[in-house]
């Protein structure tokens, strides 16, 4: 049986993130990142990860700098108000305070700081924030980043692949389900079509993400030209920037119009 694009579920019919989801998500990550982080050894925390200047301890400093900055409006201000070097990202200088603030905490100071201050930020930024989540920014990756996104969405998205980082960092196994993992996996895939939109308007695609939290989609209108199938995990990663295309492409299977799939998968960067 041929398989056109009628017959799979098209990237433009994902619901919607409600605030009641976004909180969940935001729990469920940071429950599993801290489930994680609880199992390692102290051999495990100087190791290096995919985020190529962290170390595994430096990705949980990092996780409590962040979710420290969903507890209020001050806090947000206060890490806010980084001033990226050249070339560099306001989140990055934003990340690089963080851990110069905890160099000096050890990993189970930064557990029970995340352990402290995550539950209060997922609830604040799925329920709160109200002012700050009508802001939209021009941004260099995702265009237009709005801070209703960036709480509702990417905040656990952020949680989801860091603990990945770590799993594959430390040996550990990845924990997934469908209902978490495959809902964080399809709205990635939401970024996915956006950038490809700007950037090949009248291009349809379809990917085969395999593994727990896959899926199958087209992204585009019109019959798919092309067909991408990759481990669900393997394609976030590199979607994330932190494997190159060259690394990427070995692991992809390509049939149909295999220079337009190669052409629309350079492009393809999505912020975590």
């Known amino acids: 049986m041929i398989t056109t694009s009628s017959t799979l579920p098209n990237v433009a019919k994902i619901r919607t993130v409600t605030k009641a989801e976004a909180y969940e998500l935001l729990q469920t990550a940071l429950d599993r ?8 050894e102290p051999d495990d925390w100087e190791k290096p990860t995919a985020c190529t200047a962290w170390s595994v301890r430096d990705i949980l400093a990092h ?3 962040g979710y420290a900055s969903g507890t209020g409006y001050r ?22 305070f ?26 604040k930024w799925a329920h ?17 980043l709005s801070f209703r996104y960036l709480m509702e969405i990417t905040h656990s998205r952020d949680t989801w692949m860091h603990r990945l980082d770590i799993c594959r960092a430390t040996g550990r196994e990845f924990e997934q389900t469908q209902e978490h993992d495959g809902r964080i996996a399809e709205l990635v895939m939401l970024d996915v079509a956006n950038i490809l939109a700007r950037k090949h308007a009248d291009l349809s695609l379809t990917f085969d993400l395999t593994g727990i939290a ?20 393997d394609f976030n990663i590199f979607a994330s920037g932190r494997y190159s295309y060259k690394e990427a492409r070995p692991l ?10 190669e052409k629309a998968l350079k492009d393809i960067l999505v912020l975590y």
């Open 33 to 40: 990142f801290l489930t994680l982080v609880e199992t390692l």
């Open 63 to 65: 996780q409590a700098g």
């Open 75 to 96: 806090e947000m201000l206060r890490q806010g108000m980084r001033l990226p070097k050249r070339g560099q990202l306001i989140e990055d200088a934003i990340n690089d």
């Open 98 to 123: 963080q851990l110069q603030e905890r160099a000096d905490h050890s990993p189970q100071e930064l557990i029970e700081e995340l352990r402290r201050v995550g539950p209060v930020a997922a609830e």
């Open 128 to 144: 709160q924030f109200q002012l700050a989540k009508l802001i939209a920014i021009p941004h260099p990756i995702a265009g237009t």
């Open 214 to 233: 896959g899926g199958v989609w087209t992204i585009g209108k019109g019959e798919p030209v092309a067909t991408i199938r990759m481990d669900v995990l």
């Open 252 to 261: 992809a299977t390509i049939t149909g119009d295999i220079a337009t799939a």
